[in-house]
C-alpha cells in the first residue's frame, strides 16, 4: 500500500466551504506539508494545476501556485518522497513539459513523476486563447495519447522527430535525459480516459462514489492485463480524522452546513459544458446527490473518510480489502496536524501495511 498527499497548492485545497480553513497558497506551507508527510513515512505528493478558479466566498482556486516551479522547489527541501507535478496538456509544449521533469528529476534525485490532465474546464484555457475547440472533449484523449509518445521518446533516446496530427517536431533534442522512467499517473474516469492509462500510463486515480472504486479497480486492471500491461490504483479520499468519531462528524457537518454554493455552482456549470460521458465533470455533476461518505460536491465529489483513528485504521483496511486498491492519495481539511496524526496514531494500526 501507498499513501499520498493531493497538496493543496490551489486556494483552499479541496473542500468547497467556509467551514473548512481558507486560505491563500504559500510555498512555506505545501513546503512544512511535504516534508511532514516524509517525516511520517508517506510515499508521494502531487500538486494540481487550475490556471482560473471558481469564485464565491471563499475564492476556491481562485489562486493556485504552478505546478512545476513548486515541485522544483519542494525537491530541493525533501529527500525520499517522490514528487508528481500536473501537466495541463494544453498549456505546454510536449518539449517544454519533458525538459521541466527531467529537471526536477535532477533536482530531487530521480524522484519526479508526471500526472496528465487532458483539460475539461473549457474557461481556464479560453481566457488564453487556448481551447481548440469543444471537440477536445471527444478528443482530448488522442490529443494526450500523441503528447505522452512525445514526451516518452524525448525522455527514453534524448531527441525526437514526429509528425502527427496535433504535433511536428523536427530532430527535437532534449537533454540531459531523466535518470529512470518517468511514471506516468492520470485520473481519467471515462472508458477512453481509463483505456489511455492502460496503454500508457503506471497509476490510475480513481474517483466518484465508493460503491464505484471496486468496479472501477476491476475494469482498470482488466484493461491493463489485455495490454500487456500492470497498472497500480489509487483512491481519492478526503480525511476528517479527530479524537473521537463524534468530532469528526461534528467537523463534517460543519463544512457541510457552511458550504460554498456559489463556488459549486460555478464548477458544475463548467462540468456541464463537457459532453464526454462517464468522465470527471459527470462525477462532479452527479456529486450533488452524494452523501460526504459517498463523495459530496463540497469535497470536490472525492468520498469522505472520517472518525478517529482507530475508526480511520478500520475504514481504511476494509476499503482496501473490498476494492484491491494499490493505494490511496488523501486531502485534510487541515493538512500539516492531521497527517502527523494520520502518520502517529492511525498507520501504525493499519492491518493492510503490516500484511505488506
Same mark, same amino acid.
Given at each position: 500500500?501507498k499513501?499520498?498527499?493531493f497538496l ?16 491563500t497558497?504559500t510555498?512555506?506551507?505545501n513546503?512544512?506539508?511535504?516534508v ?9 505528493v ?16 481562485d489562486?493556485?501556485?504552478?505546478s ?19 501537466i ?8 517544454v ?32 486563447k ?14 494526450a495519447a500523441?503528447?505522452l ?6 525522455w527514453?533516446?534524448?531527441?525526437c ?5 496535433f ?5 527535437c ?12 499517473v ?5 472508458p ?18 465508493k460503491?464505484?472504486? $471496486?468496479? =472501477?479497480?476491476? %475494469?482498470?486492471?482488466?484493461? @491493463?492485463? *489485455?495490454?500487456g500491461?500492470d497498472? !497500480?490504483?489509487?483512491?481519492? /479520499? ?11 462528524v461534528?467537523?463534517?457537518e ?9 463556488a ?12 464526454? $460521458?462517464? =468522465?470527471?465533470? %459527470?462525477?462532479?455533476?452527479? @456529486?450533488? *446527490?452524494?452523501?460526504?461518505?459517498? !463523495?459530496?460536491?463540497?469535497? /470536490?465529489?472525492v ?5 478517529s ?14 476494492t ?6 488523501f486531502?485534510?481539511?487541515d493538512?500539516?496536524?492531521?497527517? $502527523? ?16
Amino acid at each position: 500500500m501507498k499513501f499520498g498527499v493531493f497538496l493543496p497548492n490551489g486556494s483552499n485545497g479541496y473542500i468547497l466551504s467556509a467551514g473548512s480553513p481558507v486560505y491563500t497558497p504559500t510555498f512555506e506551507h505545501n513546503k512544512a506539508i511535504s516534508v511532514e508527510a516524509e517525516k511520517q513515512g508517506l510515499d508521494f505528493v502531487l500538486s494540481m494545476m487550475k490556471f482560473r478558479g471558481f469564485g464565491g466566498e471563499t475564492g476556491f482556486w481562485d489562486a493556485c501556485l504552478e505546478s512545476f516551479t513548486l515541485m522544483a522547489g519542494l525537491a530541493g527541501v525533501t529527500k525520499t518522497i517522490e514528487l508528481f507535478p500536473s501537466i495541463a496538456l494544453l498549456s505546454q509544449h510536449p518539449a517544454v513539459t519533458a525538459r521541466m521533469v527531467a529537471t526536477i528529476d535532477d533536482i530531487s534525485g530521480g524522484r519526479c513523476g508526471l500526472n496528465i490532465v487532458t483539460g475539461w474546464n473549457a474557461p481556464e484555457y479560453k481566457q488564453m486563447k487556448l481551447w481548440p475547440g469543444d471537440s477536445h472533449y471527444e478528443r482530448r484523449y488522442e490529443y494526450a495519447a500523441e503528447y505522452l509518445q512525445i514526451l516518452k521518446a524525448l525522455w527514453s533516446e534524448g531527441r525526437c522527430t514526429h509528425k502527427g496530427e496535433f504535433f511536428e517536431l523536427d530532430d527535437c533534442a532534449m537533454y540531459p535525459s531523466p535518470s529512470r522512467e518517468i511514471p506516468i499517473v492520470c485520473a481519467g474516469q471515462s472508458p477512453t480516459g481509463r483505456q489511455f492509462v492502460a496503454d500508457s500510463g503506471d497509476y490510475q486515480f480513481v474517483t466518484g462514489p465508493k460503491t464505484s472504486v $471496486k468496479p =472501477g479497480v476491476a %475494469d482498470i486492471k482488466r484493461r @491493463a492485463r *489485455e495490454a500487456g500491461r500492470d497498472v !497500480g490504483v489509487f483512491a481519492l /479520499m478526503q480525511m476528517v480524522i479527530a479524537d473521537t468519531d463524534d468530532e469528526a462528524v461534528r467537523m463534517t457537518e460543519e463544512i457541510v452546513r457552511r458550504a460554498d454554493v456559489g463556488a459549486i455552482t460555478n464548477m458544475v456549470s463548467s462540468a456541464k459544458m463537457d459532453t464526454n $460521458k462517464d =468522465g470527471t465533470s %459527470d462525477a462532479i455533476k452527479g @456529486a450533488l *446527490e452524494e452523501s460526504v461518505e459517498e !463523495g459530496n460536491m463540497v469535497f /470536490m465529489a472525492v468520498p469522505v473518510i472520517l472518525g478517529s483513528p482507530e475508526t480511520l485504521a478500520s475504514k481504511i483496511d476494509k476499503v482496501v480489502a473490498d476494492t484491491g486498491i494499490d493505494g490511496i492519495c488523501f486531502s485534510w481539511p487541515d493538512f500539516v496536524p492531521n497527517i $502527523k496524526q494520520f502518520g502517529e496514531e492511525v498507520i501504525p494500526r493499519l492491518q493492510c501495511m503490516k500484511a505488506a
